[in-house]
């Protein structure tokens, strides 16, 4: 080994000698952009050799070198260096995967010195320990628990396997009657949806989705889809991928099994036609109006409220161009119109036939006019009615202001005018043709006035206000006055001076009522396109509620002899409906709709405002938003 | 008014319910366990019908359960075997964590385990209740058996699954109880018919399994668990009903042709002997040999209350049937190695085909490709290069649309390379109304015996050019007629120009007296519905909507099919006259 090592003594290279440059074992890009490479030992800069040679010159040695291949550059002085024949066998060495020394040999026999195999002779020549000859106390201590252990019982000798047959056959005594060991609520899991033709890998080019139906079904949830999954074509069994979610689906089947509240699901298996309720045929049910014969044309404006005369001869009506037009029934033909500049909100022909008079309510005034239609000595002795009044001695405090007409207003036709403080609403007469009520829209107790025309008379019947009042009716019998507000319909008794009854309508706002020329039934139509009918001896709520249109109802109407009822809404329809109402108290009032009548354009979202009856024909009038009236027979 | 105030909440729905967590109080289980407590036994909430009653008045989401399903739980002999595991887990980390090798050792001999028989037996009290409720077990053993021998979930449950369902189909083969084949996007379907009973599972195609995140294994490992056991039963059950053996063998003579030849014990012996019953090729040994005279003729015993014609159609029925077992019967099939080798090989063998595939892909290879006696050949590529005279070569959907033809098809639509016809699924049986696609009425046809007149797509096409000929000739006319209309137009105006009045005869307006009748009768209809009550209205509409929408969605698939018929004849006819061209 020395004589080696002296060996290579000699033939390295000393450090000592070598070292010229003093930089030390540092990256020698620092010194990249000097011009010199280090210092030697003298502390002088080491510059690099100067190399001006450029491409052509580098080509030439090449070239030219003999020696170029071996030519290497020295990092730490920047000199050219030229490689011994030893160094190059080095460096083949090193290429090919070898050692660097030549003498090394890799393969040298491997000298066995721990076998497998007992040898007669230790390996050391240790002599043993003195405790592998004493018995262990540790041991002893040890064995000494397990026994006490063992005594105690805490250790128990291994458990026999059991040896039973892992499969065997479970159902050899099945008892048949036994039903599933807990509780006979148990539900079986319904078994899954069995796969349709569009699951197929292959289906038929119709069950194949188009470019919209296939967004629509990405966007819509996954719950909400009808195909858990688009429906794909492969031409081939071999271009068929594996299905992404097969797991997924397997592990859904299992939370729905687990998870899911199970119930017994009542399939309703009804036929649906015997879900329509049997009814009377229309047909059975006539005469009812059924189709338009007439329509009245001449208001620019729409017609909010009409009324007829008691014979049914002239109908009047009044609009929101300012006018009131008076026609004649039969013909179609304005008799005349009387202007009076501002919306005419409600108008009434006196119900006594022997009285031409009708009211009309324009702003805060109601105004009492003689139409001087049909028999001349009718109207004339209306005159004379009115002019036979006689002023009371002492002037009495009154709520309106009675003024006859003027001269000019006389001519008109106009007779009387009362003058209220605030705007008028709705104006009805008493069944005799005396007495008349006026609504008018203010908050407080003086909403509802009643007046009487022959006296000339006012008063508010009312002491206290018992919210917005819609609309008033006096009752065609009995001496009772009808009060509709928002939601209640008050029934007065006018001798008694007593409220009697509080209908209920159970609708969110009242629009209009009628009722029955028998007395104890009412029909109430309402904004939220309901139409109540009240039996007034059954209960003080609705009989029925009927929720036909679709819009909210503008106006309702009784015929005086037929047993109809119609209501008109806001989406252009009139439905006539019968309403048979019947003597004994048992039977319950029969009510089947019979004609839905259609014939009103709809304007400003506005289509019938007013429905009424013909006092003696089947005939039905309605006015609509479109500025016409229509008579349908 | 006198007495005790009762108590709100004491008496009821209220004591009828427990809530989940009250329940895994009461049986003092952690939630996992008392979630695989549910599973074994099978236990699923329940939604009482008056949730805040329940609820003692609160309205927040809860999970209830019966009452009596939780004191049934209390009795379960596997709660305590939880407690035990529950008990010897921290025996065991305890002593990992002080290094007791020996006591490590010793715990793991004396782990305890459980067994679900009692549970299968209580869940199923008779086997035809296990039967009615196989769906799900088989699907999960078939899915669990192509999962990778790594993670996810034990080997052994893996490898227990594969045995149990090759087992499986190795009973439908014996038993040919195969009734209907479903190739779909997600897998395949199959429909068997076991004691009158119809089974179907599923089974992914044979790919790698993208294992999603947002599963949880543990969930479907307990489902397996038990699925096992019950199918483990089944079988046993199934097995010995056929007079079979169980665990199955391979028949002997069979067997000796599989054994190796070199005589050795092989180290993987158990495994490929699984394999070889996998490969579905061989018929299983029966424990008493069988007699070839099994087809004895059955007795017939007429129902009471059954008229011949029912009789008769009971008899037509099983005859039908009979032959469909035996559809495949005398067909040598051959797969090639790009087809799906266990679903045909099954399906084939179900229907008494012989099969066999090339001795590489798959043990248990019959015969070669050279055999002359082969009469089909399963193909699923663009062509065949070398053709071997004798034997057809189909696609693979003809074997499934046969079998659920229930007859062979003519193989001319399934040539390789050829377009296919649709496939449709077996599971669909239209009412009336639905919609039936073209080519399921093509087969109902052809079951009913009609044969398929193949001359009349020629006729068709001939038809259709005459038709081509005539529409010509009808747009000349129409044109001609228009002439005519223009000219009698032009004499009107000038004749409206001579006289600024013209009198127009009135015409007799003909009032169709049917429409009006139907007019009135749907009038009264709708009046009829305006009078009905709101919850009966309800009803109505929603029956009417579904009834609708199913016409409607007949309708589409209607349109749809004859938009892309006519798309596909333009598409023909332009060719045509290409080629013509």
């Known amino acids: ?633 | 008014m006198g007495g005790v105030e009762k108590k709100k909440y004491e008496r009821g729905a209220a004591t009828n319910y427990i809530t989940r967590n009250r329940a895994r109080k009461k049986l003092q289980l952690s939630l996992p366990d008392f979630r695989r407590l549910c599973i074994l036994k099978g236990i699923y909430p329940h939604e009482p019908k008056h949730k805040k009653k329940v609820n003692k008045g609160s309205t927040a989401p809860r999970t209830f359960y019966l009452l009596k399903d939780i004191k049934f739980l209390l009795h379960e002999p596997i709660v305590n075997k939880f407690r035990e595991y529950k008990v010897f887990v921290r025996k065991l980390r305890k002593a990992y964590g002080k290094s007791e090798w020996s006591t490590v050792d010793r715990l793991k001999d004396n782990k305890p385990t459980y067994k679900l028989d009692h549970i299968v037996k209580e869940r199923y009290p008779t086997f035809v209740d296990a039967l009615r409720d196989l769906d799900d077990a088989l699907s999960m053993c078939f899915l669990f058996s192509t999962f990778p021998r790594t993670g996810k979930c034990h080997v052994q449950t893996i490898q227990l699954c594969r045995r149990l369902a090759v087992e499986f189909l190795n009973y439908v083969i014996a038993s040919r109880s195969l009734r209907k084949v479903f190739l779909s996007i997600k897998g395949i379907y199959y429909q068997a018919e076991v004691l009158g009973q119809p089974i179907t599972w599923i089974t992914p195609y044979t790919f790698a399994h993208d294992h999603p995140t947002d599963v949880d294994y543990r969930v479907m490992a307990t489902f397996t668990e038990f699925y096992t056991t019950l199918l483990g039963f089944v079988n046993f059950r199934l097995y010995q009903s056929l007079n079979l053996l169980y665990p199955p063998k391979i028949d002997g003579q069979a067997d000796i042709e599989l054994t190796p030849a070199e005589g050795k014990e092989y180290a993987m012996d158990s495994e490929s002997y699984l394999e070889k019953l996998s490969a579905l090729s061989s018929t299983l040994a029966r424990v008493v040999a069988p007699t070839h005279e099994e087809e004895v003729e059955l007795d017939e015993f007429p129902v009471e209350g059954e008229t011949a014609e029912q009789m008769d159609a009971r008899k037509k029925e099983q005859e039908a049937l009979e032959k469909h077992k035996k559809l495949f019967e005398g067909l040598r099939f051959f797969l090639n190695r790009e087809v799906p080798r266990e679903a045909l090989a099954f399906v084939i063998r179900c229907f008494g085909g012989q099969v066999s595939w090339d001795k590489s892909l798959c043990i248990g290879a019959t015969y070669d490709v050279s055999d002359p006696s082969i009469t089909h050949q399963i193909v699923d590529r663009p062509q065949v290069q070398q053709q071997v005279v004798g034997r057809y070569y189909l696609q693979p959907q003809w074997v499934f649309d046969s079998v659920n033809a229930k007859l062979c098809l003519p193989v001319a639509d399934y040539f390789p390379g050829v377009l296919l016809p649709p496939h449709l699924s077996p599971f669909v049986t239209e009412q009336e109304g639905d919609y039936i696609p073209p080519e399921k009425l093509k087969l109902l046809a052809m079951q009913r015996g009609e044969e398929p007149d193949e001359e009349s797509e020629e006729e068709e096409e001939e038809e259709e050019e005459d038709n081509d000929k005539e529409e010509e000739e009808e747009d000349e006319s129409e044109k001609e007629e228009e002439i005519k209309l223009k000219k009698l137009e032009e004499q009107k105006t000038q004749g409206n120009k001579a006289l600024p009045v013209t009198v127009t005869a009135g015409k007799v307006r003909l009032e169709d007296k049917q429409r009006l009748e139907q007019e009135q009768q749907s009038e009264e209809k709708r009046l009829a519905i305006m009078m009905m009550k709101k919850r009966e209205k309800y009803l109505y509409k929603k029956i009417m909507f579904g009834k609708k929408r199913k016409i409607r969605e007949a309708n589409k698939l209607a349109a749809k099919r004859k938009a892309h018929d006519a798309a596909v004849k333009e598409q023909k006819k332009k060719s045509k006259k290409a080629r013509q061209a």
């Open chain 1, 1 to 633: 080994m020395a004589l080696l090592a002296h060996n290579e003594y000699e033939e390295d290279s000393s450090d000592e000698e070598d070292i010229r440059n003093t930089v030390g074992n540092i990256p020698m890009e620092w010194y990249q952009d000097f011009p010199h490479v280090g210092y030697d030992l003298e502390g002088k800069r080491i510059y690099k050799p100067i190399r001006n040679k450029d491409e052509l010159d580098l080509f030439l040695e090449k070239m030219e070198n003999p020696d170029y291949w071996r030519t290497v550059q020295d990092p730490k002085t920047g000199a050219d260096l030229k490689l011994t024949d030893e160094q190059l066998e080095l460096v083949q060495r090193l290429q090919k995967g070898q050692f660097g020394d030549v003498h090394f040999n890799p393969y040298e026999p491997s000298i066995d010195f721990f076998t497998h195999e007992v040898m007669i002779h230790p390996v050391t020549n240790r002599p043993a320990d003195k405790r592998s000859f004493i018995p262990s106390l540790i041991e002893k201590e040890k064995v000494s628990k397990l026994v006490h252990a063992i005594k105690m019982g805490w250790i128990k000798p291994r458990k026999p396997k059991e040896e039973t047959p892992t499969y065997y056959d479970l159902w050899a005594h099945e008892d048949p009657n036994s039903i599933l060991g807990r509780h006979k609520m148990h539900v079986p899991a319904p078994k899954m949806k069995l796969p349709g033709h569009e699951e197929s890998y292959n289906p038929p080019p119709e069950y194949l989705l188009s470019e919209e139906e296939r967004l629509a079904w990405e966007q819509q949830e996954p719950e909400e889809r009808r195909m858990s999954v688009v429906p794909q074509q492969h031409r081939s069994l071999r271009a068929v991928p594996a299905f992404p979610r097969f797991i997924h689906e397997r592990f859904e089947r299992c939370l729905d099994l687990y998870l899911c509240p199970r119930q017994r699901k009542m399939r309703v298996n009804v036929d649906p036609e015997e879900l329509i309720p049997k009814l009377p045929k229309p047909r059975d049910l006539q005469p009812f109006p059924t189709t338009q014969a007439l329509v009245y044309r001449g208001h620019t404006c729409l017609v909010r409220c009409i009324s007829i005369s008691p014979n049914g001869q002239w109908l009047a009506s009044g609009s929101d161009d300012g006018s009131v037009r008076f026609w004649e029934v039969s013909t179609a033909r304005c008799m005349h119109a009387l202007s009076f500049g501002a919306v005419v909100k409600s108008l009434a022909w006196n119900p006594n036939p022997s009285i031409c008079l009708v009211a009309i309510a324009v702003e805060q005034t109601v105004v009492l006019v003689n139409p001087c239609l049909g028999d001349k000595l009718l109207y004339g002795a209306t005159d004379q009615l009115l002019a036979s009044y006689v002023p009371p001695d002492e002037e009495r405090v009154q709520p309106v202001q009675w003024v006859p007409a003027t001269a000019e207003q006389h001519r008109k036709g106009i007779r009387l005018l009362l003058q209220h403080g605030k705007e008028v609403k709705q104006v009805t007469w008493h069944g005799k043709g005396d007495y008349l009520a006026s609504v008018v829209s203010d908050n407080s107790n003086q909403q509802v006035l009643i007046h009487q025309s022959s006296k000339r008379w006012s008063q508010a019947p009312f002491r206290r206000s018992k919210g917005l009042v819609q609309c008033v009716l006096f009752h065609p019998i009995r001496p009772h006055f009808l009060v509709a507000t928002q939601r209640y319909i008050r029934v007065y008794n006018l001798l008694k001076q007593e409220l009697t009854k509080k209908l209920m309508s159970n609708c969110k706002w009242v629009s209009s009522m009628a009722i029955h020329p028998g007395g104890d039934n009412i029909i109430c139509g309402s904004y939220d396109s309901k139409l109540a009918w009240f039996d007034m001896d059954l209960s003080t709520r609705p009989y029925r509620l009927l929720r036909h249109h679709k819009r909210a109802l503008r106006s309702v109407a009784f015929h005086k002899r037929y047993p109809l009822f119609a209501s008109a809404s806001d989406d252009g329809t009139v439905i006539v409906c019968h309403g048979m109402v019947y003597n004994d108290l048992l039977q319950n009032p029969l009510l089947v709709p019979v004609k839905v009548l259609k014939g009103h354009e709809l304007t400003q979202d506005l289509g019938v405002l007013d429905v009424l009856f013909h006092p003696t024909q089947p005939w039905v009038f309605s006015s609509g938003a479109d500025g016409t009236i229509r008579l349908y027979t």
